[in-house]
């Protein structure tokens, strides 16, 4: 058993933990848990068999002893029970209905049935008005969604990026099959799934994707597609295509629909270059396949063009990992430069570096470059702004360090006007290095503020301010549209990851690919210069 088939279960028994609302806390455990095992190198069953899982973090004696049961049983006894008490494609099909888990389980039990083909069924014969709390509407759009093809309820929440890739990446690997739709576009918010495989007989490819441990219940099913739902209630379409046909599939099913319907009618072919050559028009990256546009895409960004992250938090605020050890992982991953840039107190919520703190880390900061050298770790800050638009550490503190990162955290709802006066008097501090996440949003749970970004840009580029394209997951701040506006009044951007931890550091991936979907270019990015061009003295 492979880390991300043990990664797979300890999901599924997380997310029937939280349906059966017994304990909201071991069902976040076990997903950090299975985060933790799809992240490792080594193979998590050698560990478990040598009695060394809990050397992995968040791994503690009671998951050690369920990774025990799985790796010398092959399954979960608990995982087995709640998937015979709950019903999970049943739940799975309600939430993907708009039902939420609780109440698919009364209507399970209302109408005495188990399955969500014995749901369809219901629905057929007219029972569904019989269930408590079912009226007339509810039951036609229920009905609706049963029986037309391709529907798909309105107002669903779409996944965080990299919550999207790792069930698209799960699902695409044991079937061979290229992700899709919306995480091959790199959106920040993921409604659109689905996974492309070449398939001469469809059958087989229907079949497994069917019987994955992801997919609870299949919706709808062609000669060769299928849709299926998680038991969070998310679908993710499958497209088993023709191999002389798979480019074609594979493009229609990662654009826009106004993307895609610009280029149709779409020839037949066995890879996407070849479509791109049979019509005549230059390739174009996935990220910007959104709207239609004729011409030559630039060259954006890539992930191997970055130098080092210039935003990352230690223990010495609410990071994970020492001063060392995220230097270490930075340069493992072949990076030249880390600037450390922990909290200062006004955050608020965690503990934040004093003028003290800033110059006692600073000798730790020191050691870790005798031991690091040539690579460099930086000095830096992620210094709040003040509601008066004043930076929480004095100036000559400012001054000493190498990079810094002004941020708003609190009184995000602050009036245009006053939200964007504070932050321009603080980009005005000549000690300002950029802008972290300029519009302060968390996707699906706090919307944009209302930073006026029109005039930010002006600001930022008279003081030689960068902006930030943050890669936490629930962040992506700038967006894709954002950056493009930033670039085109002369902004240059970073990719950072606001890592608080060594797997944080794995976020450039998100923060690149964002770039990217605003047509960022290499030269555009200021943590792709060495380092000397950052004005960092040597």
């Known amino acids: 058993m492979d880390n991300a088939q043990i990664a797979d279960r300890l999901d599924a028994l997380a997310a029937l933990l939280e349906l059966a609302e017994t304990n909201v806390y071991a069902a976040r455990a076990y997903r950090r848990a299975a985060e933790t095992i799809r992240g490792t190198g080594l193979p998590v069953a050698e560990l478990v068999k040598s009695g060394r899982a809990s050397e992995l973090r968040g791994i503690g004696r009671g998951i050690e002893a369920r990774l025990r049961e799985l790796v010398e049983t092959g399954a979960i006894a608990e995982l087995a029970e709640l998937e015979r008490d709950l019903?999970?494609?049943?739940?799975?099909?309600?939430?993907?209905?708009?039902?939420?888990?609780?109440?698919?389980?009364?209507?399970?039990?209302?109408?005495?049935?188990?399955?969500?083909?014995?749901?369809?069924?219901?629905?057929?014969?007219?029972?569904?008005?019989?269930?408590?709390?079912?009226?007339?509407?509810?039951?036609?759009q229920l009905l609706e969604t049963l029986t037309r093809e391709g529907s798909?309820?309105?107002?669903?929440?779409?996944?965080?990026?990299?919550?999207?890739?790792?069930?698209?990446?799960?699902?695409?690997?044991?079937?061979?099959?290229?992700?899709?739709?919306?995480?091959?576009?790199?959106?920040?918010?993921?409604?659109?799934?689905?996974?492309?495989?070449?398939?001469?007989?469809?059958?087989?490819?229907?079949?497994?994707?069917?019987?994955?441990?992801?997919?609870?219940?299949?919706?709808?099913?062609?000669?060769?597609?299928?849709?299926?739902?998680?038991?969070?209630?998310?679908?993710?379409?499958?497209?088993a295509a023709e191999p002389q046909r798979f480019g074609t599939a594979l493009l229609r099913a990662t654009g826009s629909r106004a993307y895609v319907a610009a280029l149709e009618p779409l020839p037949d072919a066995p890879d996407e270059e070849a479509v791109y050559r049979a019509?005549?028009?230059?390739?174009?990256?996935?990220?910007?396949?959104?709207?239609?546009?004729?011409?030559?895409?630039?060259?954006?960004?890539?992930?191997?063009?970055?130098?080092?992250?210039?935003?990352?938090?230690?223990?010495?605020?609410?990071?994970?990992?020492?001063?060392?050890?995220?230097?270490?992982a930075a340069r493992e991953r072949g990076y030249a430069y880390l600037a450390i840039c922990d909290h200062t107190p006004a955050v608020g919520a965690v503990r934040g570096l004093t003028p003290d703190d800033v110059r006692r880390q600073a000798e730790e900061i020191a050691a870790a470059n005798e031991l690091l050298a040539p690579f460099r770790v930086l000095r830096g800050i992620e210094c709040d702004i003040l509601p008066d638009g004043r930076l929480d550490l004095p100036d000559d503190v400012l001054s000493e360090l190498e990079w810094v990162q002004a941020s708003v955290h609190g009184g995000q709802r602050m009036p245009r006007a006053e939200m964007t006066k504070r932050v321009e008097e603080a980009l005005r501090n000549p000690s300002v290095s950029c802008l972290s996440h300029p519009k302060g949003r968390y996707i699906n749970r706090r919307p944009e503020n209302?930073?006026?970004?029109?005039?930010?840009?002006?600001?930022?580029?008279?003081?030689?301010?960068?902006?930030?394209?943050?890669?936490?997951?629930?962040?992506?701040?700038?967006?894709?549209?954002?950056?493009?506006?930033?670039?085109?009044?002369?902004?240059?951007?970073?990719?950072?990851?606001?890592?608080?931890?060594?797997r944080g550091l794995g976020n450039m991936a998100l923060s690149v690919a964002t770039a990217r979907r605003g047509w960022a270019t290499p030269e555009a990015v200021v943590n792709t210069w060495p380092l000397w061009e950052l004005s960092v003295p040597p």
């Open 87 to 140: 019903a999970p494609d049943l739940v799975g099909l309600g939430r993907y209905l708009g039902l939420g888990a609780k109440r698919s389980v009364e209507l399970a039990r209302a109408l005495g049935i188990r399955t969500a083909d014995e749901l369809r069924e219901a629905a057929a014969a007219g029972r569904l008005r019989s269930a408590p709390g079912i009226g007339p509407k509810t039951e036609a």
């Open 279 to 328: 019509l005549d028009v230059p390739w174009c990256p996935p990220e910007l396949r959104e709207e239609p546009f004729d011409g030559e895409p630039p060259t954006l960004v890539h992930p191997e063009d970055i130098r080092g992250d210039l935003h990352c938090h230690t223990t010495w605020s609410d990071g994970r990992a020492s001063v060392e050890e995220m230097g270490r």
């Open 450 to 502: 209302e930073l006026d970004l029109e005039r930010v840009f002006e600001v930022a580029r008279e003081e030689n301010v960068a902006l930030e394209v943050n890669g936490l997951p629930d962040r992506l701040d700038l967006h894709g549209e954002q950056v493009r506006d930033a670039l085109a009044a002369g902004v240059r951007i970073v990719c950072s990851t606001d890592a608080h931890s060594v």
């Open 152 to 239: 798909e309820p309105p107002g669903r929440r779409g996944l965080l990026l990299n919550r999207a890739w790792e069930l698209t990446g799960a699902i695409a690997a044991p079937l061979d099959a290229e992700a899709a739709g919306d995480v091959r576009r790199w959106r920040d918010s993921c409604e659109g799934l689905a996974v492309v495989c070449a398939a001469r007989d469809p059958r087989s490819a229907l079949e497994r994707f069917a019987a994955l441990p992801q997919i609870v219940a299949v919706v709808e099913q062609g000669e060769r597609r299928a849709v299926g739902v998680t038991v969070e209630g998310v679908p993710i379409e499958l497209v």
